[in-house]
């Protein structure tokens, strides 16, 4: 079973850092893309960062470049996302992506964390 499980949302004040971590099980974590996207009600959940099975690669939403980074550890099973500079705009529920995982059916599917919150605010 493929599991998910985020953790190190909370509150925070315009300026601050966080960092959020995604501990991964069930699937082949070392030979997967990861990607954290973002969501706010009445709005598209959102990609914010994603990043290759090595670690080679990376890459991000525009409102968020030379603010956030991506990382993994394969050994860990962990995909982080360092946050710094926030802002209110980027209060969202946080999730944790594994896109594109092969199924025993055949097919693929996208699978996603529970979310954890940010809050950004004065």
């Known amino acids: 079973e493929v599991q998910l499980r985020e953790s190190g949302g909370g509150s925070v004040q315009p300026g601050g850092s966080l960092i959020l971590s995604c501990a991964a099980s069930?699937?082949?974590?070392?030979?997967?893309?990861m990607t954290w996207h973002r969501q706010v009600p009445g709005k598209e959940r959102e990609l914010v960062a994603g990043i290759t099975d090595s670690g080679d690669m990376t890459r991000y939403a525009d409102s968020v470049k030379g603010r956030f980074t991506i990382s993994r550890n394969n050994v860990k099973n962990t995909v982080y996302l360092q946050m710094n500079n926030l802002k209110p705009e980027d209060t969202a529920v946080y999730y944790c992506?594994?896109?594109?995982?092969?199924?025993?059916?055949?097919?693929?599917?996208?699978?996603w964390g529970q979310g954890t919150l940010v809050t950004v605010s004065s």
């Open positions: 992506g594994a896109p594109n995982l092969p199924v025993p059916s055949g097919g693929y599917l996208d699978f």
């Open positions: 069930g699937f082949a974590f070392s030979r997967s893309t």
